[in-house]
């Protein structure tokens, strides 16, 4: 099992930089208004960590929230899971790359054509912007799909939940995507299929005893980055507990843990 190295680096200003424990956890801010997210930011704001744009949020408010959380100097990204022909898509990147986003998705199962799109877009972009271009990153099978959903809805057949992960991963890669959102059990595979520099994004954490809710394929923190894992997105866990920063703490303990 291919295990992820104890430092990755990450590209700022044309610098490589160590990146920090801190920074490879997003927080995924679930909410329906600027205000709640932006209260929850400020709390987490002196742990250190990234934040997570899902579309409740980004439907609700668009860019300014995105700006408004730059005021604590963080990586933001902004999960749209793009899916729609070439043109549209690349035409979505361009003005995310305006805006000034760090991460943005899009679906894998959008196809090569339009995966090449958004890869040129934000190349482009950026150059005219003269900034460095954005981590672009593909939804490979979301988290709450089982492989029962995948022989029974998707109709595929044949082929194990794991093995068609790994197949649309190596597209992206060979798309030009700087990595994918998987679950991190399959993380192992796509770690082996794609090297050690494709960036693997990991939704589904649930620390030890936290229930599983509407996620079909979990893994602790601690689990996901042995298994190879780059970044991890948490929400519930962290947003719905008692005391935030105590359970983000609690996280971040347990993945230097995993990184010692």
Known sequence: MSSLPKTI?????????????EERLFVALDYPDAASALAMAEQLAPLGVSYKIGLQLFYAEGMAVVRQLRQFGK???????????????????DSLVSQGVDFLN??????????RAAVASAQQAATRLGQMPPKLIGVTLLT???????????????VSLGEYVQHLALQAQKAGLDGVVCSAQEAPLIRAACG??????????????AGDQDQA??????????????????????????DPVVATQAILDEMRGALA
């Open 9 to 21: 680096s990450t590209i700022s200003k044309g610098t490589q930089t160590p990146l920090s424990v």
């Open 196 to 209: 050690s520099d494709f960036l693997l994004v990991t939704p589904g954490i649930r620390p030890a005893g």
């Open 106 to 115: 899009l679906h894998t199962q959008g196809g090569p054509e339009m995966m």
């Open 217 to 242: 394929r979990v893994i602790t923190p601690a689990q996901a980055f042995k298994n190879g894992t780059d970044y991890l997105v948490i929400g519930r866990p962290i947003t719905g507990a008692s």
């Open 75 to 93: 990586t933001v990204f902004v999960d749209l899971k793009l899916h729609d022909i070439p043109n549209t898509v690349a035409g979505a990147v």
């Open 144 to 158: 709450s799909l089982s492989e029962q959903a995948l022989n029974e809805f998707l109709f595929v057949a044949g």
